[in-house]
């Protein structure tokens, strides 16, 4: 009797396995870079590109990086809720311009208003391959000493902000 | 109006499904006939029900009714009309249909072919398929229904997925099912035998076919997919060990085990417990299969969009159907007893030894395909398994298995001598060995894994041959008599076996000879690869039913002599948006050439890639030998003898002793 039980337990852990992985995202991700300090960078600015922009400027700041292009229609469905967030001024946003044209993007935060302290021009892409970006839009939460504490890939939404991004940034403030 | 009748045929199918499930088993319990009746009826009402369900579905896509959301997802006005109707199987809804029909279709094919079994037998083993077809017909109306409207209707289809627009999509699936839903017939029998209480040789004998049946179209499914991955994926490859490949290549090792394990379960009495997990085992991995696919717990090129109600689902009936046939197995295996006793050299021994090997084969593919998920939910991160793992752990285990091929066949039940099959072997382990070593040597290429596989592809046909040989040899009747009067499930064997070897040979040979180059190519170029030269003509733009392709032509020729030419085609499919690689594959026994179009690069050149495939269609030829062995079995005159009368014999005697 107790032998022929074996099967049957087998079967029950790898269906415990099998409920917890419907909970699970198989595609989700997680950045390496999460707990490491975000990489330097050094970029002309959307604005201006004559001043260039580095995240050194941020140090003593919780501040979010936000990749998107004016390409990526995505990036088009965040858009609004990253202008509410700037408007409450709650946290500062950077953008990372991302594989993008002047003239597009620059029209494009016309159009749809621009929720950025600045934006950084990553024309070629190099950046976004340290950050390790593989899609637009992404975002970086990022502490007062520089460190990438959480990674939002693909757009930023209700529940995420809610639930992760303001809690996270509440946290890290008072650090 | 036609959808809402098909679905209104689904949800009477559930109330005569429930009826099936319920009545004959209650029946068979309480000795009552009128109920125990009624489970053929139930069975053919049902049939004719989902089948009319189907047939409205497909009549929704014949007519192009985008009022149906399901149609509406899957098809597309410019669809041409073969696929449409395959993209009745092209989504989630309509496969989880055909899998309820083809659930009928097999309850029906035993409500005929069961005149033999006893009444009660016969009453629970339907009954089991009805439970079964239960959960099915819920799944879909509680969470997949396929005729859900769309209102406003769409003005067009979003296309079916541009993969699925092959003719393997109108094969491989309904295929595949055939072979995994099969299964539930083996599993119903081992299940109305716990229930019963009688698990003799009378069981595994009527099992058998029904086991074999489902075999030989799983065997096929496989085949078909892998040789659609092949041309349709466009870099050459005949198996990913993908997770759903996986899914339905562990139920084929279970069931392979199974076949065998049943053999020895009816000649012997031998093995019984061991035979009714196998049967429980090859069931509950195809319906693990359908979850991994339908869930979305996997990553896998055959994933469909994720719902987590239906996983939920899912999983709850996979607890229902596995987890309690596993207790049933646990409460009532004890008692069916051990059977014929046998020494450690003996048939039994070497088929123990082959079911030890395929369930620990199976074992390690379930291993592999649900490790990623067992790190990732003990959040230990993220981690693919790849054919690395599945490579290394397949040629270990199949080793022994292939050789042990080779010699169980001619060893006696019960007990034989090693000596004895020592001698009789040497002269095939001789032949086989001196041709692995030698054949390499001429092509010019020997490594470890070339010679073994070599060595054990030949070793199964020197040893079958041997076998066939001893059996037809010294008599006085004319040949074709001596062939005649060798049971057909024998040779069926020796075809199935030979299978193999082709099989093994064909993966050999193109694992260890084939090459391949990556090139840029603009018109009137050159490339040259296994002493072919490969001419670019350029690409022409054509225009398909509902695509654009630019079509490539390359000319192969030989030693200045025009040998074929190979067209491959870059297409994208102007619905959804998606580009596709058709190869262009010159297949032939001795080798396929195989071209496939990468990206377009300036000035009319393209990158190309060029494959050299030795034997690579051996592979599939080997795995049809094997479906053709496994129907051969099928035709053999025992299975089509009337056997109620002496059952009915059998019967009244026990009674009479009781």
């Given at each position: 009797m107790k032998r022929a039980l074996i099967p049957l337990a087998l079967f029950l852990v790898v269906a415990g396995f099998l409920f917890r992985g419907l909970y699970l995202?198989?595609?989700?991700v997680p950045s390496p870079l999460v707990g490491k300090p975000a990489p330097q960078f050094s970029l002309p600015r959307l604005?201006?590109?004559?001043k260039t922009i580095s995240?050194?400027?941020?140090?003593g700041k919780v501040w979010l990086l936000n990749t998107w292009a004016s390409w990526c229609p995505a990036c088009k469905d965040e858009h609004p809720l990253l202008v509410e967030l700037s408007k409450s001024g709650f946290v500062p946003i950077i953008g990372?311009?991302?594989?993008?044209?002047n003239p597009e993007a620059q029209q494009w935060l016309v159009e749809a208003g621009n929720p950025y302290v600045a934006n950084a021009v990553d024309a070629d892409g190099r950046v976004g391959i340290d950050y390790g970006?593989?899609?637009?839009p992404e975002t970086y939460l990022i502490d007062k000493k520089g460190v990438i504490a959480y990674k939002q890939i693909g757009p930023i939404t209700i529940e995420a902000l809610r639930d992760k991004i303001i809690p996270l940034v509440k946290k890290l403030q008072t650090q | 109006m036609i959808p809402e009748i098909g679905h209104f045929s689904l949800i009477l199918a559930l109330l005569v499904a429930l009826s099936l499930g319920f009545l004959p088993i209650i029946g068979a319990a309480r000795g009552n006939a009128v109920w125990m009746g009624l489970a053929r009826p139930l069975a053919r009402t049902q049939f004719l029900l989902i089948g009319f369900s189907f047939l409205c579905l497909g009549y929704a896509f014949a007519t192009m009714d985008y009022s149906v959301t399901y149609v509406a997802a899957n098809s597309n006005s410019k669809l041409p009309i073969q696929f449409r109707i395959a993209?009745?199987?092209?989504g989630h809804e309509g496969s989880l249909l055909l899998w309820a029909l083809i659930l009928s279709v097999w309850t029906v094919a035993v409500s005929m072919f069961?005149?033999?079994?006893p009444d009660d037998m016969r009453a629970r083993i339907l009954g089991v398929m009805g439970l079964i077809s239960v959960g099915f017909l819920l799944f879909m109306l509680m969470v997949?229904?396929?005729?859900e409207r769309l209102i406003?209707?769409?003005?067009?289809g979003r296309d079916l997925n541009p993969l699925l627009q092959d003719p393997g999509m109108i094969f491989h699936p309904p295929m595949l099912y055939m072979g995994y839903v099969g299964f539930s017939v083996a599993f119903s029998f081992a299940i109305a035998a716990l229930l019963g209480g009688h698990l003799d040789a009378a069981w595994a004998r009527w099992s058998r076919p029904w086991t074999t049946a489902a075999w030989v179209f799983l065997t096929i499914g496989i085949m078909a997919g892998s040789n659609w991955a092949y041309y349709?994926?466009?870099?050459?490859?005949?198996?990913?060990?993908?997770a759903v490949e996986n899914a339905s290549f562990m139920p084929w090792l279970v069931g392979t085990a199974l076949i065998h394990s049943l053999a020895v379960t009816e000649k012997r009495g031998s093995f019984k417990a061991w035979t009714v997990l196998l049967a429980i085992c090859a069931f509950s991995l195809s319906l693990l299969g359908t979850f991994l696919v339908r869930s979305g717990v996997l990553t896998s090129v055959h994933a469909f969009a994720t719902d987590p109600r239906r996983g939920v689902f899912i999983l709850a009936f996979l607890v229902i159907v596995i987890g309690g046939s596993l207790l049933l197995f646990a409460w009532?295996?004890?008692?069916?007893g051990r059977g014929g006793k046998f020494d450690v050299v003996s048939r039994e021994s070497f088929l123990l030894a082959n079911n030890v090997l395929l369930a620990v084969a199976a074992i390690s593919v379930l291993l592999g395909t649900l490790y990623p998920l067992f790190i990732d939910a003990l959040g230990y991160g993220k981690i693919s398994v790849g054919p690395p793992y599945f490579d290394t752990v397949f040629a270990p285990l199949m080793t022994p298995a292939l050789f042990l091929m080779g010699i169980g066949p001619i060893v006696r039940w019960k007990n034989a001598s090693l000596p004895e099959l020592a001698m009789r072997l040497r002269w095939a382990f001789g032949v086989s060995l001196a041709t692995a070593i030698i054949l390499p040597l001429l092509l010019g290429n020997l490594t470890p894994m070339i010679g073994l596989g070599l060595f054990l592809a030949f070793w199964i046909i020197a040893t079958t041959v041997n076998m066939v040989y001893l059996r037809l040899?010294?008599?006085?009747?004319?040949l074709f008599t001596r062939v005649k009067a060798i049971p057909r499930a024998w040779w069926g064997m020796v075809i199935a076996h030979l299978g193999i070897a082709i099989f093994t040979l064909g993966v050999t040979i193109v694992k260890g000879f084939e090459s391949e180059i990556a090139v840029r190519m603009a018109p009137g170029d050159v490339a040259h690869l296994a002493g072919y030269d490969f001419t670019f003509n350029g690409v022409k733009e054509i225009q398909g039913p509902n695509y654009t392709a630019s079509r490539g032509e390359i000319r192969v020729s030989k030693n200045g002599v025009e040998r074929t030419v190979l067209a491959s085609e870059k297409r994208l499919?102007?619905?959804?948006n998606m580009p596709m690689t058709e190869a262009g594959i010159s297949p032939a026994l001795i080798h396929d050439l195989y071209a496939s179009l990468g990206e377009p690069l300036v000035d009319g050149a393209w990158s190309v890639r060029i494959y050299h495939k030795p034997m690579v269609e051996w592979i599939w030829f080997g795995c049809l030998m094997m479906a053709f062995g496994g129907m051969l079995a099928l035709s053999d005159r025992r299975y089509r003898i009337k056997k109620r009368a002496k059952n009915l014999a059998e019967m009244s005697e026990k009674e009479v002793l009781a």
């Open positions: 995202d198989p595609r989700e604005d201006d590109p004559t995240p050194k400027e941020m140090l990372l311009d991302y594989k993008d044209t970006v593989y899609g637009v | 993209a009745v199987w092209g069961s005149k033999h079994l997949s229904n396929p005729f406003p209707a769409a003005m067009d349709e994926l466009g870099w050459g490859g005949w198996w990913f060990w993908d009532r295996a004890p008692t069916v040899r010294g008599q006085d009747q004319p499919y102007t619905v959804t």
